[in-house]
């Protein structure tokens, strides 16, 4: 197939090279002439050169100069030789005057001045080369404007010759160019006529064409007789290049029928040059004039298509049924020619059009084995690398222990949500891994929390009940919301852990901040013993201490409250004696009181700023520890301060020792710029994984590190040999700041990209429809001429597009993977031969 | 309102006698009830004109054998109510759950009565603003400057009173039966009147002009009892099973079909109505001859005069004279009502029958004048489900979307989401949403990508014709890329004369997805918005132009797309390939591990981990991830034993190349790359 192209090619431009009426050799460029003089003096008769007129001063840049050095080889072929013309500075002759120089172009025959193109006519190589043309081969080439002049033109031809009719959106374009080139070949044998006038084109394609896209019609004057009769028309149905005009005019200009008296075997015409069938009617002496009659029939039916002869079998000795009447030879070589015994034109024509098919099945199977060997590579694409997805894929055949939670539906949903003082929901969708993943964990959470009074723990499926879902605004999955009787829901914001979820659903019991009302209750909160429902839960308690004077700060706080309900234990009290309890923790309200552990320590913290958000924050600042273990649930919260960390990974717990030095040094100075830390590689053993990542033989242990998480991402280690002490880490951060250290290893500045390539269904789908290649809106005159089926002129296009389309229906059935999947559940999966049978 | 106000005032300032409304929709069916019920919702000054004395009057008339032919499926398994709106194909949306069509009717095919006492309903329920007894017979323009759209619609009624309005909806549906004429076609009776009693038939032999579903029904109702039946069309059955178009002969009313190829006497014939002509002979039987033949000849002169074609050959099919003829022959809409101005124009080739309008419903003459419900047709005609309840009931909501983002400054309602919710909200509304289903390739959800894709913008059911225009018509900017989702059938699968059954017609791999033949969802992605061009020139097989890239999620025999690795997994690295970034899970370890590892983490732990909101995941579910290669368990590791460790960056690298050889005997059950 390759090979016929290369020839029909190479054919062309022979036939182009023989049509320069002045070979050269030697490689075109631009000519050089010092002066207008010396050029005319030397232009000799029948020569066309292409000359402008630049001053000797070059201003330089100009594109139109580049766009015009670069046509010159194109021009060459059609004889046409590009001259620089240096104007002499004093020169203001006509052609070097001021106005003139580099904005025109001139072009000569001889001395004879045919045409000045201005320079922004000139403004690609192509609009160069087809101008010049056009200028050249003003009679070979009509222009016309309305269709009474095609009419008259068509008229003048019948009997005599064939016209070429294009249409071409704008001159200039690449396609006028092709136009124009290929007049310059064909010009002499057929009538070449160009217009511009979108009228025109409606008036002679059906439907509704794109004018945006060049057209060319093929009109057989030539064996039109009739006057009265428009002659027959032939449209080129690919876009319009050089060698797809050259093709069509090559095969509108084969003989119709072609009579055969030899082995067809041995036939070789036009068709099968071009890789196109060739369709043989069988004949006998008897029949001839009616199998002629056929043939000719058939041929117009085929025209652009498939070549028709005429065989004789009364002169050629055929070893083949004689009840055969077709046969049909394919451009493949090796091929052997069918013989087949029809009934009707209509099955030649659609065996020449399923001929098309299959060759464009045998195409796309080459294509899919390519495919194939690529997917071998990146075989690994459809296989899972979604941990979580993986996790709870594997994890789906287990029953999960669901007994202790509610379903909820549309229709119970409301009526439960007034049962229990505290209903906990969860919405989830049974289909999303993240939902099932804390499906689980909250199936422990009721286990944990079972016989807990007052909770009541639910779910919500919200693949089963969407309108519930959407109703409650529940957009993102999965979400944990606890309503309590008569107030605004709370959803819930923090990790999706088992003991996360199980304290917040605690805390939530407890309204949030808890009014206190005596001082021993106060007291009471701070040690965590008050309220009773919260003693069993170790967690660091809050409390407020207002005065009736200070109830701005109090709103504000309560405000608070109701946001990090769930995550902080907050208690506050505005009794009369509340000064009591400012005086014994040597604050004035308002103030904080926070107690850790148990009460052992209260701290006190003046309440200065009274806005939500900045007590919001404040809050949770002052909650944080001094010198914290770092876990995988509470990094966020350090990570959010934007701070490096000075961290020291310990084998188990650290000692007495290294706590207390660490500790000195974050307290030390309250307004650090770093967080000071520790990892338990017991507790957190993905500490080892951060170690191995930085360091190719493991440190020996506890190490501190200096991490630069935020800026630049470098990691220094302590030296092993000092004793972790304040001042030996304070002297090292003072070098670290110096950049006198080196770090050991610098976080990967790497973008988080797609881990494998996605199925490229673009690509696949292109062979299929090769419309859907050409991109609307590159060069608009790209496009076939939209659709005029059911017209000789449009036949093409019509059969085109559709062997291409029906291939992929073929196709299906020949291309793996077609299993039962699709239709029922596969059993054995073992049948998949489909592409061999095909092949078979 | 302002406005509206102002308006109202100024018609009684001019003494006019004009009842002013910003939204009049002519017609109480189907879809004017629906768009009453969003133009109420949305607290619009609206009214609808009913020429009837209730609503859905059609339906009181038609069909005439009474039983509906759209589904009414009781049960799918299921309780998402959204996706059982896939196989309700007779309910109108709304809030109030007692308007389910299913409460009100247990037939799968409902009886029509049951329609018209459903639309009583749901107008009286939902209290909609109709005016029964008002046949709107003109509509015209009065030109003012201030209008919404330069000029105000007045309506009138039969006692000549007057209305103005703003914006018309006409959702006055297809009603005006079409008639051909031919010499003798006074001898014809219309599908409208005809009789339904099948007595009347016994013995007789009966010829039915049309094709359609109500051509068939008729001859379903007297199949039993005439000697035969012959039916007549120009073009050849369309049977909707092999089209997949809800509009052509659907199988429950082919029965002829049957008696008609068990050559049990019916039978179907091919032929130009126009060609035809019909003589009554002295006994009353009524012969088919050619118009041809009657050409300069008075047919009143009598039978024996007519050449009838079987004198010529005599073996002409339709030679057996026969007792009635019937015409169904479908509907039209009714042109009459709009004065020229409006420029309310028939459609082209097999659509004239619905006046011309753009993908926006709104029509091509008159700014402001929207065509809602069967009328609208043209927009997908033969192809979606725009002409009927189940398609419409989306198209008109989508219509009232347009119109509050045009007049009343309400942008299309929609949804941000963190980008890590990409994969789920494209697969829950795949699986669920109605709209996408029944209006496939019609209406589209579309993603609007948000600066730096860290959040998108999700807009449901939006007309795919208008795309080029998304940000004029919705109020929405898309800056950043878009996805448009829609669902489609396999481009060559479905047709008049296609083998709908033949073996291997569905596909099974992702990987052929783009194969598919029955509905599946396509989801295209486009780095800007497509322009008005493209969309003018793309490829009339294609419903959208060319896209940036396209996936499509394989076809399900269970129309359950959720299947993890067949479904979402490659739709994922779609996803993640257009976005350039990796929209997978991890768990609060690895979220972790990257922090201290990598200046970058991933989005899932950007936008879960680091705002404190990591999955932990249950003891099971990490060993199974560990199991699967996809996560490191460290505590059993000590530094002693351990293989020569990665430099920094490693553990992405180390993930990557652990779940490159998971053992998985399962995956290779079900692929056949292994042979």
């Known amino acids: 197939m390759s090979a016929q192209k290369d020839r029909?090619?190479?054919?062309?431009?022979?036939?182009?090279?023989?049509?320069?009426?002045?070979?050269?050799?030697?490689?075109?460029?631009?000519?050089?002439?010092?002066?207008?003089?010396?050029?005319?003096?030397?232009?000799?008769?029948?020569?066309?050169?292409?000359?402008?007129?630049?001053?000797?001063?070059?201003?330089?840049?100009?594109?139109?100069?580049?766009?015009?050095?670069?046509?010159?080889?194109?021009?060459?072929?059609?004889?046409?030789?590009?001259?620089?013309?240096?104007?002499?500075?004093?020169?203001?002759?006509?052609?070097?005057?001021?106005?003139?120089?580099?904005?025109?172009?001139?072009?000569?025959?001889?001395?004879?001045?045919?045409?000045?193109?201005?320079?922004?006519?000139?403004?690609?190589?192509?609009?160069?080369?087809?101008?010049?043309?056009?200028?050249?081969?003003?009679?070979?080439?009509?222009?016309?404007?309305?269709?009474?002049?095609?009419?008259?033109?068509?008229?003048?031809?019948?009997?005599?010759?064939?016209?070429?009719?294009?249409?071409?959106?704008?001159?200039?374009?690449?396609?006028?160019?092709?136009?124009?080139?290929?007049?310059?070949?064909?010009?002499?044998?057929?009538?070449?006529?160009?217009?511009?006038?979108?009228a025109l084109l409606k008036a002679t394609s059906h439907d509704?064409?794109?004018?945006?896209?060049?057209?060319?019609?093929?009109?057989?004057?030539?064996?039109?007789?009739?006057?009265?009769?428009?002659?027959?028309?032939?449209?080129?149905?690919?876009?319009?290049?050089?060698?797809?005009?050259?093709?069509?005019?090559?095969?509108?200009?084969?003989?119709?029928?072609?009579?055969?008296a030899e082995d067809p075997e041995k036939i070789s015409t036009v068709h099968l040059q071009l890789g196109l069938p060739l369709v043989f009617i069988l004949s006998q002496k008897e029949t001839y004039e009616a199998d002629r009659r056929t043939a000719e029939f058939v041929a117009w039916q085929l025209l652009g298509k498939a070549g028709v002869a005429l065989l004789s079998r009364d002169l050629v000795d055929l070893n083949v049924l004689h009840r055969s009447n077709v046969a049909l030879k394919t451009p493949d070589e090796g091929m052997p020619i069918q013989y087949l015994v029809l009934e009707d034109t209509d099955e030649v024509i659609t065996l020449v059009e399923d001929k098309n098919k299959v060759k464009q099945i045998q195409e796309d199977e080459q294509e899919e084995e390519e495919e194939d060997e690529d997917e071998k590579e990146n075989n690994n694409q459809d296989i899972q690398d979604d941990q979580v997805v993986e996790a709870v894929s594997r994890d789906k055949k287990r029953e999960l222990p669901l007994e202790q939670i509610l379903v909820l539906t549309e229709e119970n949903f409301h009526s439960s949500l007034s049962k229990a003082a505290q209903t906990v929901v969860l919405f989830y969708a049974s289909w999303e891994a993240v939902s099932l993943a804390v499906l689980r964990s909250y199936s422990e959470v009721a286990a944990h929390l079972q016989g807990t009074p007052g909770v009541l723990l639910s779910r919500v499926n919200c693949w089963d009940w969407t309108g519930l879902c959407s109703q409650e605004n529940v957009t993102q999955f999965p979400t944990m919301r606890i309503y309590k009787e008569g107030r605004q829901s709370v959803t819930y914001g923090g990790m999706w852990g088992t003991e996360e979820l199980s304290s917040f659903i605690l805390l939530s019991q407890v309204s949030c901040p808890l009014k206190l009302a005596t001082l021993d209750e106060a007291e009471g909160f701070l040690r965590g013993e008050f309220p009773p429902e919260l003693s069993s839960h170790l967690h660091t308690s809050l409390l407020g201490v207002f005065s009736a004077a200070t109830s701005k700060a109090r709103e504000a706080f309560e405000e608070a409250g109701n946001i990090l309900s769930g995550h902080v234990r907050m208690g506050m009290y505005f009794e009369d004696d509340a000064l009591a309890l400012s005086r014994k923790y040597s604050v004035s309200p308002p103030a904080l009181l926070l107690a850790r552990n148990g009460g052992r320590s209260v701290e006190s913290i003046a309440l200065s700023k009274h806005s939500v958000q900045d007590m919001v924050q404040m809050i949770r600042y002052e909650l944080l520890d001094i010198f914290p273990e770092i876990t995988v649930p509470n990094l966020p919260q350090y990570l959010q301060l934007g701070k490096p960390f000075l961290i020291l990974f310990s084998a188990g717990d650290i000692s007495q020792m290294e706590s207390e030095e660490m500790l000195k040094l974050a307290e030390g100075r309250p307004q650090q710029a770093f967080v000071a830390c520790w990892l338990n590689l017991k507790k957190t053993p993905v500490g080892h994984g951060i170690l191995r990542t930085y360091f190719s033989t493991p440190p020996s242990l506890p190490v501190l590190l200096w991490v630069n998480l935020h800026a630049g991402g470098q990691v220094f280690k302590f030296p092993s040999e000092q004793p972790i002490t304040e001042m030996n880490i304070l002297s090292w951060l003072e070098k670290l700041q110096a950049g006198l250290e080196i770090p050991s290893s610098t976080l990967s500045e790497e973008d988080w990209k797609p881990p494998l390539p996605a199925y490229d269904f673009l690509q696949m789908m292109e062979p299929s429809v090769p419309e859907l290649s050409l991109r609307p809106g590159d060069t608009p005159a790209q496009h076939p001429p939209r659709d005029p089926r059911g017209d000789t002129a449009g036949g093409d296009t019509a059969t085109r597009e559709e062997p291409a389309q029906e291939s992929t229906a073929e196709e299906e059935v020949g291309s793996p993977g077609r299993g039962l999947r699709g239709t029922a559940p596969r059993l054995a999966a073992r049948d998949k031969q489909g592409k061999r049978h095909s092949e078979l | 309102l302002g406005l509206a106000l102002y308006a109202g005032s100024l018609c009684v300032v001019s003494g006019a006698a004009f009842l002013y409304h910003d939204y009049c929709v002519i017609g109480a069916g189907p879809a004017g009830l629906q768009a009453a019920y969003f133009l109420q919702q949305a607290g619009r000054d609206y009214i609808v004109f009913e020429r009837s004395h209730a609503p859905g009057s059609f339906f009181a008339l038609y069909p005439r054998h009474?039983?509906?032919?759209?589904?009414?499926?009781?049960?799918?398994?299921?309780?998402?109510?959204?996706?059982?709106?896939?196989?309700?194909?007779?309910?109108?949306?709304?809030?109030?759950?007692?308007?389910?069509?299913?409460?009100?009717?247990?037939?799968?095919?409902?009886?029509?009565?049951?329609?018209?006492?459903?639309?009583?309903?749901?107008?009286?329920?939902?209290?909609?603003?109709?005016?029964?007894?008002?046949?709107?017979?003109?509509?015209?323009?009065?030109?003012?400057?201030?209008?919404?759209?330069?000029?105000?619609?007045?309506?009138?009624?039969?006692?000549?009173?007057?209305?103005?309005?703003?914006?018309?909806?006409?959702?006055?549906?297809?009603?005006?039966?079409?008639?051909?004429?031919?010499?003798?076609?006074?001898?014809?009776?219309?599908?409208?009147?005809?009789?339904?009693?099948?007595?009347?038939?016994?013995?007789?032999?009966?010829?039915?002009?049309?094709?359609?579903?109500?051509?068939?029904?008729?001859?379903?109702?007297?199949?039993?009892?005439?000697?035969?039946?012959?039916?007549?069309?120009?073009?050849?059955?369309?049977?909707?099973?092999?089209?997949?178009?809800?509009?052509?002969?659907?199988?429950?009313?082919?029965?002829?079909?049957?008696?008609?190829?068990?050559?049990?006497?019916?039978?179907?014939?091919?032929?130009?109505?126009?060609?035809?002509?019909?003589?009554?002979?002295?006994?009353?039987?009524?012969?088919?001859?050619?118009?041809?033949?009657?050409?300069?000849?008075?047919?009143?002169?009598?039978?024996?005069?007519?050449?009838?074609?079987?004198?010529?050959?005599?073996?002409?099919?339709?030679?057996?004279?026969?007792?009635?003829?019937?015409?169904?022959?479908?509907?039209?809409?009714?042109?009459?009502?709009?004065?020229?101005?409006?420029?309310?124009?028939?459609?082209?080739?097999?659509?004239?029958?619905?006046?011309?309008?753009?993908?926006?419903?709104?029509?091509?003459?008159?700014?402001?004048?929207?065509?809602?419900?069967?009328?609208?047709?043209?927009?997908?005609?033969?192809?979606?489900?725009?002409?009927?309840?189940?398609?419409?009931?989306?198209?008109?909501?989508?219509?009232?979307?347009l119109l509050e983002n045009r007049h009343h400054g309400v942008p299309w309602p929609s949804t941000v989401y963190p980008i890590t919710q990409l994969t789920n909200s494209i697969i829950k509304r795949v699986n669920e949403a109605s709209g996408l289903y029944q209006m496939f390739s019609v209406l589209a959800d579309i993603i609007l990508l948000r600066e730096n894709t860290t959040a998108f913008e999700y807009l449901e059911e939006y007309p795919i014709g208008v795309l080029p225009e998304l940000e004029m018509q919705t109020g929405r900017k898309a800056r950043n890329g878009l996805f448009v989702i829609i669902m489609e059938y396999g481009r060559n699968f479905s047709g008049a004369d296609k083998d709908v059954f033949y073996y291997n017609r569905a596909v099974g791999e992702a990987q052929h997805a783009w194969q598919s033949n029955f509905l599946h969802p396509v989801i295209y992605y486009y780095k800007r918005l497509p322009t008005e061009r493209e969309m003018r020139l793309h490829h009339p097989d294609w419903p959208l132009p060319r896209p940036d890239a396209i996936h499509h999620i394989v076809e399900d025999f269970l129309t359950d797309w959720t299947a993890p690795n067949a479904h979402v997994l490659p739709l994922r690295r779609f996803l993640e390939n257009c976005l350039s970034t990796d929209l997978r899970n991890f768990f609060a370890e690895s979220c972790f591990l990257f922090a201290f590892t990598h200046q970058k983490l991933p989005p899932s732990c950007q936008q879960g981990y680091v705002r404190m909101q990591g999955l932990v995941g249950s003891q099971e579910l990490r060993h199974h991830a560990v199991k699967a290669g996809l996560l490191q368990d460290y505590s059993h590791t000590d530094f002693s034993d351990d293989r020569a460790p990665d430099s920094h960056g490693g553990s992405q690298e180390q993930m990557m190349r652990d779940h490159g050889i998971p053992v998985r005997p399962l995956q290779h059950l079900v692929t056949t790359k292994d042979e």
């Not at chain 1, 064409?209 to 007789?225: I, K």
């Not at chain 1, 028309?233 to 093709?247: W, Y």
């Not at chain 2, 009143?300 to 004198?311: H, K, V, Y």
């Open chain 1, 8 to 198: 029909w090619v190479s054919s062309l431009v022979f036939l182009l090279f023989c049509a320069c009426s002045i070979p050269r050799s030697g490689s075109a460029s631009v000519q050089q002439e010092p002066s207008p003089q010396h050029y005319f003096s030397g232009l000799e008769a029948g020569k066309t050169s292409l000359a402008f007129f630049t001053p000797s001063v070059s201003p330089g840049g100009q594109p139109f100069l580049e766009q015009i050095e670069s046509s010159a080889e194109a021009l060459q072929d059609y004889g046409v030789s590009v001259v620089k013309v240096n104007c002499p500075r004093e020169d203001v002759s006509r052609y070097c005057g001021k106005e003139n120089a580099l904005r025109k172009a001139f072009l000569f025959r001889g001395n004879r001045l045919i045409r000045e193109f201005p320079t922004d006519a000139l403004f690609d190589v192509n609009s160069i080369v087809a101008n010049v043309l056009f200028a050249l081969l003003f009679n070979e080439v009509k222009y016309i404007e309305t269709l009474a002049d095609l009419e008259n033109i068509e008229n003048v031809l019948k009997g005599k010759s064939n016209m070429v009719f294009a249409y071409v959106p704008a001159t200039g374009t690449a396609e006028h160019r092709a136009v124009m080139e290929a007049a310059f070949v064909y010009g002499t044998i057929h009538q070449f006529v160009l217009t511009t006038e979108a």
């Open chain 1, 208 to 260: 509704d064409p794109d004018v945006s896209s060049a057209w060319l019609l093929f009109c057989h004057c030539q064996r039109a007789t009739d006057p009265a009769q428009p002659c027959r028309r032939t449209a080129l149905a690919q876009p319009l290049t050089l060698l797809s005009i050259h093709r069509h005019l090559k095969l509108m200009g084969a003989p119709l029928v072609t009579e055969v």
């Open chain 2, 66 to 401: 009474r039983k509906l032919i759209s589904i009414n499926k009781q049960y799918t398994g299921k309780s998402n109510s959204e996706f059982n709106l896939r196989h309700d194909w007779n309910s109108l949306l709304s809030h109030d759950r007692r308007l389910i069509f299913r409460r009100y009717s247990r037939d799968f095919f409902p009886n029509a009565d049951t329609m018209v006492r459903y639309l009583e309903d749901f107008a009286s329920l939902l209290k909609l603003q109709v005016q029964y007894n008002t046949a709107i017979i003109h509509v015209t323009l009065e030109k003012h400057e201030q209008a919404w759209n330069g000029h105000y619609f007045i309506l009138t009624d039969q006692d000549r009173k007057n209305y103005k309005c703003s914006s018309l909806l006409v959702a006055a549906g297809t009603w005006v039966p079409n008639v051909v004429n031919f010499p003798g076609s006074e001898y014809v009776e219309g599908y409208e009147t005809v009789s339904i009693n099948p007595e009347d038939f016994t013995g007789q032999t009966v010829l039915i002009l049309g094709r359609g579903n109500s051509a068939f029904e008729t001859a379903e109702n007297i199949l039993g009892v005439t000697n035969f039946i012959h039916m007549v069309s120009r073009s050849r059955v369309r049977l909707s099973w092999a089209t997949h178009y809800v509009g052509d002969l659907r199988a429950i009313n082919n029965g002829l079909l049957d008696t008609y190829q068990l050559k049990s006497l019916d039978g179907l014939l091919e032929g130009d109505l126009e060609d035809l002509a019909i003589v009554k002979d002295q006994k009353g039987k009524l012969h088919i001859t050619l118009r041809f033949y009657l050409e300069n000849r008075n047919i009143s002169a009598g039978i024996d005069s007519i050449t009838l074609p079987q004198d010529e050959l005599d073996n002409f099919a339709t030679r057996a004279p026969y007792d009635r003829v019937i015409r169904c022959l479908g509907w039209k809409f009714d042109f009459s009502i709009y004065n020229r101005s409006l420029r309310m124009m028939p459609g082209k080739g097999n659509i004239k029958k619905y006046p011309q309008i753009k993908p926006s419903y709104e029509s091509r003459g008159t700014r402001g004048l929207f065509v809602l419900g069967t009328a609208s047709h043209s927009v997908d005609f033969r192809k979606s489900a725009g002409g009927f309840i189940h398609g419409f009931r989306y198209t008109t909501r989508a219509v009232h979307r």
